[in-house]
């Protein structure tokens, strides 16, 4: 079967249901960060904050974490990433089993196991073409995000669930038992089935990357609509848990249960993705984003929770439709020998916007509501994936295949 066919290799099949339950540990640690500082607090300029300080290191070190990836052997790193994880899950875990818990640990570890995914992220990105090769890196990408769609579907509702039985604590030690068994997969991958392109580059410069980024319209154009959606579209942790508890007057099983309910359309998207995975162009990825921006501004004025409960889906769908696309372009369309510093600086617009929009976001719906704050950023969103393809469409509409010696020849050369 064409859509799974990822699954023909072997390390493949060990690395995906290990990813899996790990993905459910994120997802069901995250509906217990945001509850847990509800519960401390009952602000969201606090809820705004830790969300942000978790993406602030993806801001700071993602291209570090590229600049790894090209530089050293990835299955290592991976494993010292993951272990880097389960330590900081593991203790936020402890400290609320033992009632110790403050607000500062929260934040403390929240930037700590965001340090951990900011170097993991553009390494794991650059891992898997040498899982699947080349040829099926297109296929690999979109199922990876069925992966953790999938875990979306269920690790907030399992969350919502521990919350209510037992409180916050089990979901944090979740998700670092979690992290243990991708490290365990990584040691049973077989290095001699790796499809590595090229060697690792000791004298690997994160400018070149940039460099690369800058003479290619149809990436830079990318990752500029990227940014704008993640930074004020994908804030759902926000959104959601304030939608319930502010609009809708709900409690923590129905905060869980949204974020299940977000993860249908989210599913449906990245599993429609397999099937389309030959037809990706910056296009479609600019589109994407305009969709998005509109279905968010809709969501943000449903009269109740029903219609909400609704639009969520659609919204979920066109966004990981859009985020799968632009992921795949990125990667099939780069260099082996730079892809690693070229995912770095995407993951870093990808989830550096954050850090900043998160605060900002929180802030802002506690003076004008969520409701206005999302339809503002729902706005914006739309805003930018029409005016970048308005600007770049004579660009990108016939892409040319730029080698990279010759880009970074002419990069220096200019200087």
């Not at 905060?255 to 449906?268: E, K, P, R, V, Y």
């Not at 992921?327 to 020998?337: A, E, F, G, H, I």
């Not at 690693?340 to 900002?360: D, E, H, K, Q």
Request: net charge positive.
């Amino acid at each position: 079967m064409a859509t799974l066919r990822s699954f023909k290799h072997r390390n493949y099949r060990i690395l995906y249901p290990a990813n899996a339950v790990s993905n459910i540990g994120t997802w069901a640690q995250r509906v217990a960060q945001d509850w847990l500082v509800l519960e401390l607090t009952g602000s969201s300029f606090y809820l705004g904050i830790v969300t942000g300080l978790q993406f602030v290191p993806a801001l700071l070190f993602s291209m570090q974490g590229g600049k790894m990836a090209d530089r050293f052997n990835k299955r290592r790193v991976l494993i010292y990433c993951n272990l880097g994880g389960f330590v900081s899950s593991f203790a936020l875990g402890i400290l609320i089993l033992t009632d110790l818990i403050q607000l500062w640990h929260v934040f403390f570890f929240a930037f700590t196991l965001g340090l951990a995914s900011a170097l993991d992220a553009p390494v794991r990105q650059a891992f898997t073409s040498e899982i699947v090769g080349k040829a099926d890196l297109p296929n690999a990408v979109s199922l990876n995000s069925a992966n953790f769609n999938a875990a979306r579907l269920i690790g907030p509702g399992l969350s919502g669930l521990l919350i209510a039985a037992f409180g916050t604590g089990p979901s944090f030690l979740l998700n670092a038992l979690s992290f243990l068994g991708v490290v365990v997969s990584l040691y049973a991958i077989r290095e001699s089935e790796l499809f590595i392109e090229a060697k690792p580059n000791i004298n690997s410069k994160v400018r070149e990357a940039i460099a690369y980024i800058k003479a290619r319209p149809d990436l830079y154009g990318t990752m500029i609509v990227v940014f704008f959606a993640t930074t004020f579209g994908f804030n759902f942790a926000i959104y959601n848990a304030l939608m319930t508890t502010k609009v809708f007057g709900l409690g923590v099983e129905v905060f869980g249960a949204l974020g299940s309910i977000l993860a249908i359309g989210s599913l449906t998207g990245a599993l429609v993705s397999a099937k389309f995975e030959k037809k990706r162009t910056p296009k479609q990825v600019m589109f994407g984003v305009m969709g998005f921006g509109i279905a968010l501004m809709i969501g943000s004025q449903s009269p109740n929770f029903t219609v909400y409960a609704v639009i969520l889906p659609f919204t979920g769908f066109i966004a990981l439709l859009t985020m799968i696309t632009a992921n795949s372009l990125m990667q099939v369309r780069t260099d082996p020998v730079i892809r690693g510093r070229v995912m770095g600086v995407y993951l870093t617009v990808f989830l550096g916007g954050t850090p900043i929009g998160s605060p900002i976001l929180g802030a802002l719906a506690g003076v004008i509501g969520i409701q206005w704050t999302m339809m503002l950023c729902g706005a914006v969103t739309a805003l930018a994936g029409l005016i970048t393809y308005l600007v770049l469409k004579e660009k990108i509409g016939n892409p040319e295949s730029y080698a990279l010696d010759d880009v970074l020849e002419t990069t220096y050369d200019d200087k």
